[in-house]
């Protein structure tokens, strides 16, 4: 293995965990925005639901 300087090694451990941070935040956001579309959808389909069971 080629020899790399601690100053390297430790650069690259944070640019890992940087990273790793960054992606994670960003799957949350994305999973949260998901959910709230999802429960939006969901409520205006039982809301549909409802107004179909008052007529009928």
């Not at 790793?20 to 549909?48: H, M, P, T, Y």
Request: hydrophobic share 45%; charged share 30%.
């Amino acid at each position: 293995m080629a020899e790399v300087s601690e100053r390297t090694l430790q650069f690259a451990v944070v640019l890992s965990f940087t990273s790793g941070v960054i992606v994670g935040w960003q799957a949350n956001r994305l999973r949260r925005r998901f959910l709230d579309w999802r429960k939006r959808r969901l409520q205006s389909k039982l809301v549909e639901t409802q107004k179909k069971l008052d007529v009928a």
